[in-house]
């Protein structure tokens, strides 16, 4: 902007300066215009003074008038030729005027557009101080950049971090994978291993499903033959008390009535007669309660054992009197059990404990039951995980060496003779029996003199 | 001791027992009128015969041919003209669940035959007591088994 002004107004000065040495030039034109003015006064007067000398001399010289009118016809045409100069100068004095006027009116054209350019100058200014104002919020615009970048940089190093760390772990990963392919490789094998295992398993599935059908066939007849002998045991028993009972019947009618017929040993006779047929009775009815639980339906009912208990104190009510027993048995709770089956266990339990009593002291039998965890138990037959009923019979009878434990549950064991304590060797293999149809194990654990207790777990569920 | 004779229906197929029963009626000299059936269809004829007086009590066997106790005692507890005779079963047999049964089918007592005969004695003075005592009202579970007092 400053230059194109200053450009301007060097033109502006040599074209002043054009004007004025044309002036000084139109100055002396007219000076010497003015000098050939008063040359051309004086020759006028130079000539009358010659002409009065030459009317004197003019006849003497009408020849040489002639001459000079000759003369003076050649000087008008000269100065018709200087009149034509002349007019020509002032043509050209008017066209200089013109040309002035025309360079006045450049001038003018010239000072417009000075202003024109002054407008335009200032214009540029604005635009300069807009340019500057925009600069200035480029300046703020870059800073603003500058700090994104700065910010773009530091995400950029994270990123970077990051990146590491992912290279790294994409190694970490194929240490990984490659373990993997090895450890896939043996497993492989050792899945081809299998197989060829699994085919040797097959064929000696076949075989064992074969063997397993004979077994199940044999099982079907078996278990038919065992029915078939249980129910035998049972209607045969039945059927026996009745001959039984008449023997003992009249035995008894006999030993009233005809007391006075019969010697002393006939009388003896009599009583060993009723204590065998006895005997024979209680046999009967161990022989079909233990075929009663073999062959009759398990149906499991959720059933109150206080009640149980309490049937069959009062079933045993006369012997508990005779013992003057105490049965401790509170809040038992209920259990998932056959429920007919689980009397008979409590009957069993709680006469042998009557019966074993030790004649020395009151008896005092004691039931409790609770629900534990098979883990607690530490018994193999039993799954740890699983909950289980626990049900404890404790006597402070007579007991029996530890190592019969297991004995006792057998039929027909007894460890005491008839003579002096009566039964049948039934008793607690129906004990064990019902334990076994309830999915449960009995522990009996005792010493001699000090008391037995019998230990029943089965699933709760 | 009994005031009034006593009308008995025995219901058994049984010779012995009906001896035994007929023997320790006349033992325990119970004016007593006996009356023994052999099976569940002569009992019901009879009982079911208008011309014949109705027993003050039914002595009932529960394993008899053509008819048994069971059949017997629920045709009776039905039948409105009968259901107030007092039902004593009289089985040799002894099954908890079938004494639970009868108890539920509404016999008056459990009478498991005994195998001395004074035991037999003792359970028929026992239940003829009973009965004259005019206890009509079935006893609980507990006490519906007689039991011989001694032994």
Redesign the interface.
């Known amino acids: 902007m400053a230059k194109i002004n200053k450009s301007v107004e060097d033109e502006l000065i040599i074209a002043r300066q054009e004007l004025a040495f044309q002036k000084v030039e139109k100055g002396k034109r007219a000076a010497e215009l003015g000098i050939a003015n008063i040359e051309l006064v004086f020759q006028d007067e130079e000539k009358e003074k010659r002409a009065a000398e030459l009317i004197i001399a003019n006849k003497e010289v009408v020849f040489q008038n002639k001459e000079k009118e000759d003369r003076a016809a050649e000087l008008i045409i000269a100065n018709k030729e200087l009149l034509f100069q002349n007019k020509e100068k002032e043509m050209r004095a008017a066209e200089l005027i013109i040309a002035n006027k025309e360079l006045l009116f450049q001038n003018k054209e010239k000072e417009m557009r000075a202003a024109e350019l002054i407008i335009a100058n200032k214009e540029l200014v604005f635009q300069n101080k807009e340019k500057e104002n925009r600069a200035a919020e480029l300046i703020i615009a870059n800073k603003e950049l500058l700090f994104q970048n700065e910010e773009k940089e530091k995400r950029a190093a994270e990123l970077s971090i990051a990146n590491e760390e992912l290279i790294f772990q994409n190694e970490e990963k194929e240490k990984r994978a490659a373990e993997l392919i090895i450890a896939n490789k043996e497993l492989a094998f050792q899945n081809e291993e299998k197989e060829k295992r699994a085919a040797e398993l097959i064929i000696a599935n076949k075989e064992l499903a074969f063997q397993n059908e004979e077994k199940e066939k044999r099982a079907a007849e078996l278990s038919i033959a065992n029915k078939e002998l249980l129910a035998f045991t049972y209607v045969s028993s039945h059927d026996l008390q009745e001959p039984l009972r008449k023997i003992q019947t009249f035995c008894s009618i006999i030993l009233e009535n005809e007391n006075e017929n019969l010697t002393e040993n006939g009388k003896y006779n009599f009583q060993r007669m009723q204590l065998a047929a006895g005997r024979m009775q209680q046999l009967i009815d161990d022989l079909l309660a233990f075929s009663r639980i073999n062959t009759t339906e398990l149906v499991f009912e959720k059933t109150d054992l206080n009640l149980i208990v309490e049937e069959v104190k009062t079933e045993l009510k006369e012997s508990i009197q005779d013992k003057h027993a105490t049965i401790a048995a509170t809040k038992l709770g209920f259990a998932n059990i056959i429920a007919f089956q689980f009397r008979q266990l409590m009957y069993n339990l709680i006469s042998n404990a009557l019966k074993f009593s030790n004649p020395d002291k009151p008896t005092k039998i004691i039931i409790k039951s609770r629900i534990v965890k098979g883990s607690e138990i530490n018994n193999n037959k039993l799954s740890s995980e699983k909950e289980y009923c626990h049900i404890m019979v404790k006597d402070n009878g007579i007991g029996f060496e530890p190592h019969f434990s297991e004995r006792i549950f057998e039929v027909f064991q007894k460890l005491h003779s008839k003579e002096v304590y009566s039964g049948t060797g039934i008793g607690l293999a129906i004990v064990k029996k019902i334990v076994e149809n309830h999915n449960g194990i009995i522990i009996a654990t005792s010493e001699l003199d000090k008391g037995a207790t019998f230990d029943i777990y089965f699933p709760a569920n | 001791m009994l005031l009034k004779q006593m009308n008995i229906l025995l219901a058994d197929d ?1 010779t ?1 027992d009906c001896m ?1 029963f007929k ?1 320790a009626l006349k033992e325990l000299y119970l004016p007593t009128d006996l009356t023994a059936v052999n099976d569940g269809e002569q009992l019901m004829q009879l009982l079911t015969n208008d011309t014949t007086e109705l027993p003050h009590v039914i002595f009932l066997d529960l394993n008899m041919p053509r008819k048994n106790g069971f059949e017997c005692l629920s045709e009776i507890k039905l039948n409105a003209k009968l259901n107030g005779i007092p039902v004593i079963i009289f089985s ?2 002894f ?3 079938t004494v639970n049964q009868l108890h539920k089918s509404g016999a008056m007592y459990y009478i498991r ?6 035991q ?1 004695k003792s359970l028929i003075q026992q239940s003829l007591e009973f009965i004259a005592q005019a206890i009509t009202e079935q006893p609980d579970r ?1 006490n519906f088994v007689l ?1 011989a007092l001694d032994k």
Do not use: I, R
């Open positions: 049984d012995d035994f023997e040799t047999s099954e908890h669940e035959k005994p195998s001395q005969f004074s037999f507990d039991k």
